[in-house]
């Protein structure tokens, strides 16, 4: 029986890993899986070593750092000396999982990397660390397996696995009927981030620009997204003296039945623009670490429906500009520009059919098989 070790940090892998164990068994039922991640995994079947709780942090408290260094030191023992794996395969989460590869590497084990870190965004000096310690990247954007194979790593490109794992659209009545929302009134949606720093730093400007929207026109109305992964505690400082209503676990439906949104950067953007929906990106944290991300960047756009048209088609308003003023000007153009409106909708679709119609766990999986019987 062959033997397999996933990696994942956070809630995202933990559901890209889950989709690809279950296209694994579909291959080959006799794969023994265990891994580091959530409950998707695990009711996928895997045998979890550790759940990845205490990794799915953004800084670099000492609490964070101990944490992951005590996760994997007792991690390489194990993969080393008890568990022997005959792959190991890294989902996202760069900075955990590179750190991992290279004493893998050491221990002649094979490692696969599904999702990779963005190198052609940030931290290009990472590619050097993944053609020494990776045996196969599995890419999701399809300008990625040029760059991988340009630096001699063997590269497989999958698709992205949103295209296949989104739901489809809601239906916008029903939708709005279950949430007791106005369906006379334009639907804005405010999606603040899955991470309580960006709470934090965006929550509060975010009710401050629906809030002078609602008053310059009535018309409109705001829901905000509860991020599964947090907390209502989370929440509740900022939510406790407005009306709006919260909306919890029902990201999708809720990017789908909008009119516009009000988002964080992140994969969020990407969900939106598979839905068409169109959008604003807003996002700021400490002065500290956005210096650090002007050093180290490799392109100069944000969200991924931009990165992946290579132009501007999504507004992206970064730190020192988020301002309600700014993100109040993007959102009623997108509402009532309507030339402008129906040219980025048009745009949005466009940077949608760039993307493969493959489905991503699929092709990982048996990407992955082949290896575990090279």
Not at 193 to 211: D, H, P
Not at 277 to 296: D, E, H, K, Q, S
């Amino acid at each position: 029986m062959k033997k397999l070790f996933i990696v994942t940090g956070e809630y995202s892998g933990d559901i890209h890993a889950s989709h690809v164990v279950n296209a694994l068994h579909g291959i080959n039922a006799d794969i023994e899986i265990e891994g580091v991640g959530g409950e998707n995994m695990e009711r996928a079947g895997v045998k979890l070593f550790a759940n990845h709780s205490k990794m799915a942090s953004v800084g670099l408290s000492l609490q964070i750092i101990v944490n992951h260094f005590l996760l994997g030191k007792k991690l390489l023992d194990y993969l080393v000396n008890d568990y022997k794996p005959d792959a190991v395969l890294l989902i996202d989460y760069g900075g955990f999982n590179l750190r991992i590869a290279g004493f893998l590497k050491k221990h002649g084990i094979k490692v696969i990397y599904y999702i990779p870190p963005q190198v052609w965004a940030s931290r290009k000096g990472r590619i050097n660390k993944i053609k020494k310690n990776i045996d196969e990247v599995l890419c999701i954007f399809p300008f990625e397996k040029e760059l991988y194979e340009t630096h001699g790593i063997k590269t497989h490109y999958c698709g992205h696995p949103l295209v296949s794992q989104l739901p489809e659209k809601v239906e916008r009545k029903e939708f709005f009927e279950k949430h007791g929302l106005d369906l006379n009134k334009k639907l804005v949606s405010i999606f603040p981030g899955s991470r309580e720093f960006e709470l934090k730093y965006l929550m509060n400007v975010f009710i401050k620009t629906a809030q002078y929207l609602r008053k310059k026109h009535p018309e409109l109305q705001f829901c905000i997204s509860h991020a599964p992964n947090l907390s209502d505690k989370a929440y509740e400082k900022y939510i406790k003296k407005t009306d709006f209503k919260v909306i919890k676990g029902e990201n999708q439906a809720l990017l789908s039945a909008s009119d516009a949104l009000i988002l964080a950067s992140g994969t969020v953007a990407l969900e939106a623009c598979l839905y068409q929906t169109p959008m604003i990106i807003a996002y700021r944290g400490p002065w500290l670490f956005y210096f650090i991300y002007l050093i180290v960047r490799c392109i100069k756009r944000v969200s991924l429906p931009n990165i992946i048209a290579d132009k501007s088609i999504v507004p992206e308003i970064i730190q020192g500009d988020v301002r309600v003023s700014k993100i109040a000007y993007e959102i009623e153009k997108l509402l009532y520009d309507t030339s402008y409106r129906e040219w980025n909708i048009k745009e949005l679709g466009a940077v949608k059919n760039m993307l493969s119609d493959k489905v991503s766990s699929n092709e990982a999986a048996k990407e992955i098989a082949q290896n575990l019987s090279d």
